[in-house]
C-alpha cells in the first residue's frame, strides 16, 4: 500500500482543491466558443486521489465493508483511485467530482448512475481527464479527448473513428457534416444529416444510431438494452447501471449495498 498523507484543515472536501475555473474558452466576434492556447492545468494523481479516498470512505462504508478502521479504507481506495486516473488529471472539475463521491458513498448504497461515477468516472468526474489527442485529432472514445475543456468524440456512422470536438447539436434533418456537429436525442448524423435512430436489428456502426433503446452488438445490429442481473460483456449493452461482477459473472447491475462479501469492498478496506 502507498503511504496515505493526511491533510491538514481539510475539514471539507469541497474546499480542499479548489481546481474548477480552468475552462480556457473564449468567444470570437461572432459568439463562437473556441479553446485558449493555453495549456490544461493539473494536479497529480496522488493528490487527487487522496481527496477522492477521504471522500469515499464515509462512515457508512467502513461499516459497511467492514475495514479495519478508516485509514485502511482511505489507502485502498487510493490506489483504486488512481488505477482509474492518469498521473496527472485536469484541475477543472476536481472539486464537483469529489463532492459527488462523498455524495455516492455517504449511504454505503449506490444507485447506477453513482456506480457510472464511482466505477468508470462517470457523470461530473469525466472532467478530470484529459485525453492525449488534440481537437480535431482522431479518436474512438470521449475519454481520448480533453474531457476537461469540453471536448468529446463527435462520430459520424459513415466514418470508422470520430475527432475530438467541442459538440454543436443541430436540429432533426439538419446539415451535420462539419466535424463538430451532432445531433440530438433520437438522431444521429449519416455524415450529411440528422436522421432518425434504428430500431432493433437494423444493421448500425457506431452506438449512436441504436440512441437509448438499446446498442449496437458485436454482430453489428442494433440491439435492445439487457435487463438488471442478465449477463452481459460491457456497460453499454446494460438498459440502467452497469455491466459488473456479482458471484463470479458478468450482470448488469442498476444498484449495490455495500456489504463485506461485496467486490467493491476489497478496495475499501
Not at 485525453?131 to 459520424?156: F, I, L, Q, V
Not at 433520437?186 to 436489428?201: K, P, Q, S, V, W
Not at 435492445?224 to 456479482?246: K, L, T, W, Y
Request: with cysteine; net charge negative.
Amino acid at each position: 500500500m502507498r503511504t496515505h498523507h493526511v491533510w491538514v484543515g481539510c475539514l471539507f472536501l469541497v474546499g480542499c482543491f479548489h481546481l474548477d475555473g480552468d475552462r480556457d474558452r473564449e468567444a470570437d466576434d461572432s459568439g463562437t466558443v473556441r479553446t485558449g492556447s493555453s495549456p490544461t492545468r493539473t494536479v497529480s494523481s496522488q493528490d487527487f486521489c487522496q481527496a477522492w479516498a477521504q471522500a469515499a470512505c464515509s462512515d457508512a462504508v467502513v461499516s459497511a465493508c467492514q475495514a479495519t478502521d478508516a485509514k485502511h479504507c482511505r489507502q485502498s481506495q487510493s490506489e483504486f483511485c488512481r488505477s482509474l486516473v492518469p498521473d496527472q488529471t485536469a484541475a477543472a472539475g476536481g472539486d464537483e467530482c469529489v463532492s459527488a463521491v462523498s455524495a455516492a458513498y455517504r449511504d454505503a448504497d449506490l444507485s447506477g448512475s453513482e456506480l457510472q461515477l464511482v466505477l468508470r468516472l462517470g457523470g461530473p468526474c469525466e472532467r478530470v481527464l484529459r485525453g492525449t489527442a488534440r481537437a480535431g485529432d482522431a479518436c474512438k472514445a470521449a475519454n481520448e479527448c480533453d474531457r476537461s475543456r469540453g471536448y468529446a468524440c463527435a462520430m459520424k456512422s459513415d466514418s470508422g473513428a470520430g475527432t475530438c470536438q467541442i459538440p454543436e447539436v443541430v436540429s432533426p434533418g439538419r446539415d451535420c457534416k462539419a466535424p463538430e456537429k451532432t445531433c440530438g436525442s433520437g438522431f444521429y448524423c449519416d455524415g450529411h444529416n440528422c436522421i432518425e435512430t434504428l430500431a432493433a436489428g437494423e444493421a448500425c456502426s457506431i452506438q449512436a444510431q441504436c440512441a437509448e433503446m438499446g446498442f449496437c452488438n458485436e454482430a453489428g445490429q442494433c440491439a435492445e438494452h439487457i435487463a438488471v442481473n442478465q449477463p452481459c460483456h460491457n456497460d453499454g449493452e446494460c438498459a440502467r447501471g452497469i455491466c459488473s461482477e456479482f458471484q463470479g459473472e458478468q450482470v448488469c447491475t442498476d444498484r449495490v449495498v455495500l456489504s463485506r462479501a461485496d467486490p467493491l469492498c476489497e478496495a475499501l478496506r
